[in-house]
């Protein structure tokens, strides 16, 4: 049985550590998280999902502020793990910490690497209009996710999958990749590959004020940002002096009859014209309201002409 410290912190890891907990294969010595954080409306202190997952199965859980001290070296150093596997942990790992484990530093990615190294790589691959991604599993080093690769599973992104979506089938596809690519380095089955630094792409962290829409782009690359920033922080935009969160909608490949921005009804549905096309809402909430669909919507704010959205 060999020895893992497992380090990571949401729930895209989840799955992960469960499958190294369930193998019979593998003794999850320790897990590394981040330090738990306030949630909510009354900021309430909250574990992440793998502290929560790891404490369930009695495993001992380490949230140290930093990695690069001696006390995170030598918490770490004394589970003698044979892999540290780590899942959107969230923090670079010190070269010291990456020299531990015996079969290296194992990192679960959430894109075909090179391409859209760092944060939020799902999320970014749905607003740029990718069709197709994966995970990669990769061997760390000191850089930014530019350790050799391993292995990769890939799958297509769906025409109206939002990112919500994407990050659980991709979570999903981590199990299995994982148990292949822990069992092909004990056999010295697999050959670490270099990245191609000339296809190599960096993506950071989603923030609110990135989620207005611009009306004057086209709707496929509206419809692509909807669902990218499904579910946080929601595309955005202005309706009379609200704030309007759009969740759901649909491109359509039709002449705009009005100046982009322009918000109005047909025969029962919602549509805005862009800078290219028509987008056509289905679901939305607008401020101190709920999320409803637009005909719901329509029911309390009735559209008669062209309402300018800012």
């Not at 590959?193 to 296809?199: F, L, S, T």
Request: hydrophobic share 40%; with cysteine.
């Amino acid at each position: 049985m060999k020895s893992v410290v497992f380090m990571g912190s949401p729930d895209f890891a989840v799955k992960a550590l469960e499958t190294l907990i369930e193998s019979p294969d593998y003794d999850v010595k320790l897990v590394v998280s981040q330090t738990d954080k306030p949630q909510g409306r009354k900021q309430i202190l909250t574990p992440p999902p793998v502290k929560t997952v790891a404490l369930q199965n009695g495993i001992e859980v380490f949230q140290p502020k930093t990695l690069r001290s001696d006390e995170a070296y030598e918490k770490i150093a004394s589970a003698h793990p044979d892999f540290i596997v780590v899942a959107a942990y969230g923090k670079i790992l010190p070269q010291n910490v990456l020299d531990i484990p015996k079969y290296g530093c194992v990192n679960l990615h959430g894109s075909l690497l090179p391409k859209y190294r760092g944060a939020a790589p799902i999320q970014w691959c749905v607003i740029n209009g990718e069709e197709k991604t994966g995970v990669t599993t990769m061997l760390m080093d000191a850089g930014l996710d530019t350790g050799d690769i391993l292995l990769t599973s890939e799958t297509p992104i769906g025409a109206d999958e939002t990112a919500g979506e994407l990050f659980d089938r991709l979570a999903a596809l981590c199990p299995a990749l994982l148990l292949q690519t822990l069992k092909g380095l004990e056999a010295h089955a697999i050959t670490p590959k270099k990245q191609n630094e000339k296809d190599a792409t960096y993506v950071g962290v989603l923030s609110k004020e990135m989620a207005a829409i611009n009306w004057n782009d086209s709707a496929a690359a509206i419809h692509n940002k909807v669902r990218g920033m499904n579910p946080w922080p929601v595309a955005k935009t202005v309706f009379g002096g609200k704030i309007l969160k759009i969740f759901a909608g649909r491109p359509l490949n039709a002449a705009a009859r009005y100046p982009a921005g322009s918000l109005y009804c047909e025969k029962g549905d919602l549509f805005v014209s862009c800078g290219e096309g028509v987008y056509r809402i289905d679901e939305l909430q607008l401020e101190g309201a709920k999320r409803m669909n637009s005909s719901d919507f329509l029911r309390g704010h009735p559209v008669s002409g062209p309402i300018r959205l800012e």
